[in-house]
């Protein structure tokens, strides 16, 4: 039964990985602005760009699973 759900769970972790990658990543940053003394304008252009790369790896696995729903991909 294993074998038979093997794709499923790799995207699953795969999709958990990536996730725990960006929540690492935006401590990091966190950090970095905290101890920087980044002026709040630069915060927020980095916090902008974080969270648009998060919402383009989103909707590129809304997309993806929308066109192999649909058959073309």
């Known amino acids: 039964m294993l074998y038979e759900h093997m794709d499923l769970l790799e995207s699953i972790g795969l999709d958990l990985l990536f996730a725990a990658i960006f929540f690492f990543i935006g401590m ?10 980044v002026p709040p304008f630069g915060r927020r252009i980095v916090w902008l760009v974080l969270f648009l790369g998060c919402a383009g790896f989103i ?12 058959g073309i991909g």
């Open 28 to 37: 990091a940053i966190k950090d970095v602005l905290k101890q920087g003394n």
């Open 59 to 70: 909707t590129k696995g809304l997309i993806q699973l929308s066109w192999e729903g649909a």
